[in-house]
């Protein structure tokens, strides 16, 4: 597999997240596919739980969209930078409980690190700004020393 099939496999998810196309994001995902998000510290595993995850999002940012600005890849690894947009109209889980909806829109850059291996994604790895996103909703962020 090239790299750009692996630039082609990670762009499918972003695309299939947009649409809501669970079944299309349950397609691309390896069985024993890990997804990790550094920001709220949840590693999950397997297709149910990344699904539940993607979902929780959704339901969350109902019209949430990514737009990919960048793609590299290197063997069997694509790199995404993406900028997420959405209307937080739903409940976010967050590390520090439930935010209720609050109605804003929020842009967030992102980074998403895929490694596919016979045509699905095997990892993902997502790093993106929750501080800025939490801002952007109006939501109090402090840090403990």
Same mark, same amino acid.
């Given at each position: 597999? =090239?790299?750009?099939?692996?630039?082609?496999?990670?762009?499918?998810?972003?695309?299939? &997240?947009? @649409?809501?196309?669970?079944?299309?994001?349950?397609?691309?995902?390896?069985?024993?596919?890990?997804?990790? *998000? /550094?920001?709220?510290?949840?590693? +999950?595993?397997?297709? !149910?739980?990344?699904? *539940?995850?993607?979902?929780?999002?959704?339901?969350?940012?109902?019209?949430?969209? %990514?737009?990919?600005? $960048? @793609? +590299? @890849?290197? =063997?069997?690894?694509?790199? +995404? !930078?993406?900028?997420?947009?959405?209307?937080?109209?739903?409940?976010?889980?967050?590390?520090? =409980?439930?935010? /209720? @909806?609050? %109605?804003?829109?929020?842009?967030?850059?992102?980074?998403?690190?895929?490694?596919? !291996? $016979?045509?699905?994604?095997?990892?993902?790895?997502?790093? &993106?700004?929750?501080?800025?996103? +939490?801002?952007?909703? =109006?939501?109090?962020?402090?840090?403990?020393?």
């Amino acid at each position: 597999m =090239g790299e750009q099939e692996a630039i082609r496999v990670a762009r499918r998810a972003v695309e299939a &997240f947009n @649409a809501a196309d669970w079944q299309a994001v349950s397609a691309d995902l390896a069985s024993d596919s890990t997804y990790e *998000e /550094p920001a709220t510290g949840r590693s +999950l595993r397997g297709v !149910e739980e990344i699904l *539940e995850a993607e979902r929780a999002w959704k339901a969350a940012f109902p019209d949430a969209s %990514g737009t990919i600005t $960048n @793609a +590299l @890849a290197s =063997g069997s690894t694509a790199v +995404l !930078e993406i900028t997420w947009r959405g209307t937080q109209s739903g409940d976010l889980v967050t590390p520090a =409980g439930v935010v /209720p @909806a609050t %109605g804003r829109r929020v842009a967030i850059k992102a980074v998403q690190v895929v490694e596919v !291996e $016979n045509g699905k994604s095997k990892s993902n790895r997502h790093y &993106f700004d929750l501080a800025g996103m +939490l801002a952007q909703l =109006g939501v109090g962020v402090s840090a403990t020393a």
